[in-house]
């Protein structure tokens, strides 16, 4: 009998696949002819907001970089989701 697979399982391979193809898309931007796997769109907020209520203080940010190696970790743990 075939288990059923787990939603959370395929989404933190697919976190766990966009932090480490982003930590290899920064160790490969030093290296030439593979410069182009950090090429990439970065979104969000560019300076945090700040909500002061006076007892109370709260900072929102966020800002998401999407890379080649990114987008290739997404695959991986997507292939590696489908295989397990």
């Not at 697979?5 to 697919?14: D, E, P, S």
């Not at 290296?31 to 907020?45: A, I, K």
């Amino acid at each position: 009998m075939k288990e059923k697979k787990n939603g959370w399982t395929l989404f933190l391979l697919i976190l766990a696949g966009i932090v480490l193809g982003g930590f290899a898309g920064s160790l490969a931007a030093g290296v030439s002819g593979l410069d182009w796997l950090n090429y990439g769109q970065s979104f969000g907020l560019e300076e945090p907001m700040v909500l002061t209520l006076g007892f109370l203080v709260l900072t929102f940010g966020l800002t998401i970089k999407i890379t080649i190696a990114g987008i290739f970790g997404i695959v991986l743990a997507i292939l590696i989701y489908r295989w397990i």
